[in-house]
């Protein structure tokens, strides 16, 4: 009030050049820490960068030399179970981190023998037991140091915490819980860093936790917003304008109508993937998870806004569009993938880009400007339970004799419920166009039941049986266009590449495998020119940087996560684990649980 | 027990092959015999073992208050009853998976007889029922909820209801609204394991724990499932039976009330036959059996 009084008495001149220093203080911020995912010398986020390209424009490592790479240095963090997600590197500082108990380090690449300073939580035990798929953690985030608060890494813990560490020292700042484990909702996800926010999601949807994504005040952990999956619309973050580009996806008050009476309030949807950045538009974009119950007769409805792909503002969280790819799923195909941008002729005009591949099999290419879908293709042609996608209505057309209803058995249902394509981050090389695929080949059988026992009792279920798809083997990786689905090599993986790919400007595509290959394949065919036996298997990304001028790669090795969990947890029947076990039963002759990361370079 | 029983069951057989019946509290109180250990809860020294061929019976390995390795359940109670009824001794077979044991076990020859399935189970031969009980809602006797039947308001405003999926109970949970907001307490109770295909147990004890405590103020269970750990709570609780006439949304009635029988593979008539033997013979000592173990016994007809 006495603020708007002075001005108007001293003219307007003070407050709007004081609003034009707070907007640009902010904007430096974000700007920074864009700055510094360009420089060659750094690995600031999970993503690589806003976009999600897991590209590196450096070349000194090319296919002429790769076959040459060896390891240089290594370190455990000396947690076994899976390790997801890859270190970061910001300032000649390596930070890495572990499965839970989620301990940090921060070891100096001058002198990566010693560690420079670690962090290590005390957790509620109790978050191990609560987790469904082995105690996973994607990944540090990290912020550059502003006048309002020091460079920081974030956590998100597996008891439900996040976490802000001074860069610097690795003194704790501030500890805030997202979410509750008494309610079985844990943290697996990485959080994301943008303007001065904090991203972080949600996790436990077969649980009944209702899921949801916040942003926090990097400066001290306060929440700025919040916007969940399901419910009434004020929940969700939809508001007037909500897809008015493509009205037909959906409008209002769907994320209660497209449920039966108060299931939502139990609908799932959690996030616990990737994100991606615009600066220039301010969106951030995401997926939400699967509905809950897992067993669809308990849902009618299309159970929106689950499974929905989300183009929201950064600063309040209010979509601008949602699209949903799996209305009524039944098949637990979680929408959380990651979310690859990128800026490419569309019908002779130069788009902004989403391409997200799916669990579901399908590759999604939306504009991300306002949500109008591009193309929707299968990642590979095996994949049945939909026919395709209707690119007019953004529907798929299903195919009945691969639903998983209670009254129905399907046989080689593909994807299985682990998806052609999971929690990895894949790579797009903007001069080839390409993006570069990990995927799962993986298909399953379906045998619901309902068995009688006594008193009017019934038990209800469902067995999963996983195995190979039909071309043989449980992986591949591919090179693909983005924008016209069309493929240019397709090479076979014994098993699913679970953990993504990184490709660089020398012509190279990186990858870890299950069974613990780092591996190097020319991106121009596929051609593997380069693998290292690493000490256990793959289930998280390569890195690549450049220090004192020379290029360096690196990768967590710690076999694990859903694929791992006959392995890490020796489960013997093959159904466990929703058939998991089945499928990777093969995993334990050719690896066992390490943990670390191994870091390579040319002589 | 009162002394008119005591004086009407005046025949006590000990010396005939069939029926060597024991019981070993009306023992105690005569003084006629010392059993050592004699309390109501003890199990009987019987005096003479069966002598008889061995008959293997499908017990739970952990399914209480059914039955355990231990022989601590009333149904092992029961399953000892038999055997001194029949003069065989009995050989426990056990298994772990409730779903699959008349599959897996009964079917596949493993055992022979099985000791609660519901009267007219068709995948076997049962018995005539042996009793009939119904599901049960149970809360803390001081809270004085007015809980008649599903259509009780109180139902619709308390904060946690336990129930096991797959009952009765769950399908009248969702018929009056209450599914969603109990859905997580009912994840809760069995640690926040999401197993589709796996055999989850529910620890009926542990629900009635959380009622005792105040935690849930009602859950609604099968009486036999319940009825002990009902009576040893230190809290009071009360347990009513739910009336048969539940219904759902549609109309379609939800049944409440079931008749337990035992059961033998089809087409095992001599068997069969000797286990109703059993049942007729013996129903005072099946009912007090019952009774003693807290069962609400409804008329069978």
Known sequence: MQIKKFARNMGTTILVSSAIFAVSQQVNANKKLEDLSEQNTNWVMQTKDYNASHYSSMYQINIQNVHKLKPVWSFSTGVLNGHEGGPLVVDGIMYVHSPFPNNIFALDLDDPDRILWEYKPKQNPAARAVACCDVVNRGLAYAPGTKDYPPTIFQDQLDGHVVAIHAKTGKMLWKIENSDIAMGSTLTSAPFVAKDLVIVGSAGAELGVRGYATAYNIKDGSQVWRVYATGPDKDIGIGEGFNDANPHYGQYGLGTKTWEGDAWKIGGGTNWGWYAYDSDLEMVYYGSGNPAPWNETMRPGDNKWTMTIWGRDVNTGKAKFGYQKTPHDEWDYAGVNYMGLSEQMVDGKMTKLLTHPDRNGLVYTLNRENGDLVNAFKIDDTVNWVKKVDLKTGLPIRDPEYSTHMDHEAKGICPSAMGYHNQGIESYDPVKKTFFMGTNHICMDWEPFMLPYRAGQFFVGATLNMYPGPKGTLGQVKAMDGVTGEFKWEIAEKFAIWGGTMATAGDLVFYGTLDGYIKALNSKNGEELWKFKLPSGVIGHPITYKHNGKQFVSIYYGVGGWPGVGLVFDLQDPTAGLGAVGAFKELAHYTQMGGGVMTFALD | ?301
Request: contains cysteine.
């Open chain 2, 1 to 301: 027990m009162d002394n008119d029983y005591l004086f009407t069951r005046h025949k006590l057989t000990l010396l005939t092959d069939k029926n060597m019946i024991l019981k070993s509290k009306l023992l105690c109180l005569t003084g006629l015999v010392l059993i050592s250990g004699c309390t109501a809860n003890a199990q009987p020294e019987i005096a003479s073992a069966p002598t008889g061929e061995v008959l293997k019976v499908c017990a739970a390995e952990n399914e209480m208050p059914y039955s355990n390795k231990k022989g601590e359940g009333f149904e092992n109670k029961l399953t000892r009853l038999m055997g001194q009824n029949l003069n065989r001794k009995i050989k426990y077979v056990y298994w772990k998976d409730p779903r699959y044991f008349v599959r897996d076990f009964l079917n596949k020859g493993l055992c022979d007889v099985v000791i609660g399935v519901d009267a007219g189970d068709p995948r076997v031969a049962t018995t005539q029922p042996y009793y009939r009980s119904g599901y049960t809602f149970i809360s803390r006797e001081d809270d004085d909820l007015d809980l008649k039947s599903w259509d009780s308001d109180v139902l619709r405003s308390v904060s946690r209801i336990g129930y096991i999926p797959g009952t009765p109970s769950e399908i009248m949970v969702r018929a009056i609204g209450r599914y969603s907001d109990t859905f997580n307490y009912n994840k809760e109770l069995v640690g926040f394991k999401s197993r589709r295909n796996q055999y989850v147990k529910y620890d009926v004890s542990k629900m009635i724990g959380d009622i005792s405590s105040g935690k849930a103020e009602v859950a609604v269970l099968w009486g036999p499932s319940a009825a002990r750990y009902v009576k040893e709570s230190a809290t009071p609780l009360t347990m009513t039976v739910v009336p048969d006439s539940s219904t759902r949304a549609d109309g379609k009635k939800v049944g409440q009330h079931y008749s337990t029988a035992m059961a033998v593979r089809k087409g095992e008539a001599a068997l069969l036959n000797q286990l109703n033997s059993f049942i007729k013979q013996q129903h005072y000592e099946i009912e007090e059996l019952l009774e003693d173990e807290g069962i609400p016994l409804l008329s069978k007809s």
